[in-house]
């Protein structure tokens, strides 16, 4: 996940990047983010969540030993350059820091240690001199190519001698450009990009040509836009408000109905008046026959759920999946009755332990024989005073 350019408040920022992170969890099976972002989850999610990611494998991290693009120079005449992480040592101690200063002890939880000791061994490394020449290649290419420079207004043509007020574009061009390297060298198949990299990857490519290499680009915002119109609350806003946790939505994931609709939501070509058109209307059986061919790999988990005990045979399993679930399967299914199920559930009981603590905190206030503040219309000695 790659966060970009675009300009928010800390909580708007720190909501969108929560929001965004669920969503990616409810609809892809592994999670790839670049080494300087977890700095980013650490600030967002707890450790003892991140640390459960990492152990199933989901969240995945990239090493390239370097850090952010950068301009050095005297104004107008500015040069394009990158900083760098000494080594893969100071980035591990950097995270160790970042998790010192969170748990406010300054010492390590084992829950932190557990966390940074698999960060430190399960890396993606890039090779960081590789990485670096194909970024500025690549940048290079884009300020030279109208499409791109018309558009952001850029009147700098060579990275050793760049304007003033083309610092922040470029640099822009530059982020979007290492994720496009990186989605590249581990095979992505999406990458989430904000607002001003989505316009500079449409400028690079075009429409046509994006929409047939990167079809995976606008994956997460489909998504949310699909949550959006069914009226469905936003997962980043509940999660900030305690309502759920990452534990409930991996709960949502990992149920048979998430993997069912993580493999019907790849079948998409992740257009967005298609896929809203399947989900908002009738059932589609078509999708049975796309879904059929990538079902067994979870045939083993079904039949376990089946029946844990005696076991299941794999034909049998299958059977059940294709009569019972895929008959006509429609991604409403997953929508409606396990992620709103679930979520109504969590606000309801995020309600009722409200209820109850404005209740404790005017107890003393209530007569016995008054209304109950629950609103039941019983006297508050035959309702809550005895709960």
Not at 176 to 187: D, F, P, Q, V
Not at 212 to 237: A, C, H, S
Not at 297 to 318: C, D, E, L
Not at 356 to 382: F, H, M
Request: charged share 25%; glycine share 6%; aromatic share 10%.
């Amino acid at each position: 996940m790659i966060i970009g350019f675009q300009e928010f408040e800390f909580e708007e920022r720190k909501q969108q990047i929560i929001n965004d992170f669920i969503n990616a969890l409810l609809i892809n099976d592994q999670i790839f983010i670049y080494s300087y972002d977890i700095f980013f989850l650490i600030d967002c999610f707890t450790i003892t969540e991140l640390r459960k990611l990492v152990e199933l494998d989901i969240l995945k991290v990239i090493y390239g030993e370097i850090g952010s693009a950068y301009f050095t120079g005297v104004k107008n005449n500015l040069k394009f350059g990158f900083g760098s992480y000494q080594d893969f040592g100071t980035y591990i101690l950097g995270v160790e820091n970042k998790l010192a200063k969170k748990s406010h002890s300054g010492l390590l939880n084992q829950a932190e240690n557990d966390f940074l000791a698999r960060i430190e061994a399960t890396p993606h490394k890039i090779d960081k001199d590789t990485l670096i020449q194909r970024i500025t290649d690549a940048t290079k290419n884009d300020i030279s190519n109208p499409n791109i420079t018309g558009t952001k207004f850029i009147k700098s043509t060579n990275l050793n001698s760049v304007y003033n007020q083309d610092i922040i574009k470029i640099l822009s061009i530059a982020h979007t450009n290492r994720a496009l390297i990186l989605g590249g060298e581990i095979e992505i198949k999406n990458i989430k990009l904000d607002q001003q990299a989505k316009q500079i990857v449409n400028s690079k490519f075009g429409p046509t040509f994006l929409k047939k290499i990167f079809r995976g680009m606008n994956k997460v915002d489909v998504f949310e836009e699909i949550n959006n119109l069914k009226g469905l609350p936003n997962l980043g806003f509940l999660y900030i408000s305690n309502i759920i946790s990452l534990n409930d939505i991996l709960t949502i994931r990992n149920s048979i109905d998430g993997k069912v609709f993580r493999i019907w939501y790849e079948s998409q070509e992740y257009s967005k008046e298609e896929t809203l058109k399947h989900v908002l209307n009738s059932v589609d059986n078509r999708l049975q026959n796309i879904i059929t061919k990538h079902i067994r790999w979870f045939i083993p988990v079904v039949a376990s759920v089946i029946n844990p005990i005696g076991g299941v045979t794999a034909s049998y399993a299958n059977s059940f999946i294709v009569e019972k679930m895929l008959s006509g399967y429609h991604p409403n299914l997953f929508l409606d009755k396990v992620l709103r199920k679930n979520i109504t559930r969590k606000e309801i009981q995020h309600r009722k332990k409200l209820t109850g603590q404005t209740i404790r905190k005017r107890k003393a206030k209530i007569g016995r024989n008054e209304p109950c503040i629950c609103g039941s219309g019983k006297k508050y000695k035959r309702c809550c005073l005895i709960k």
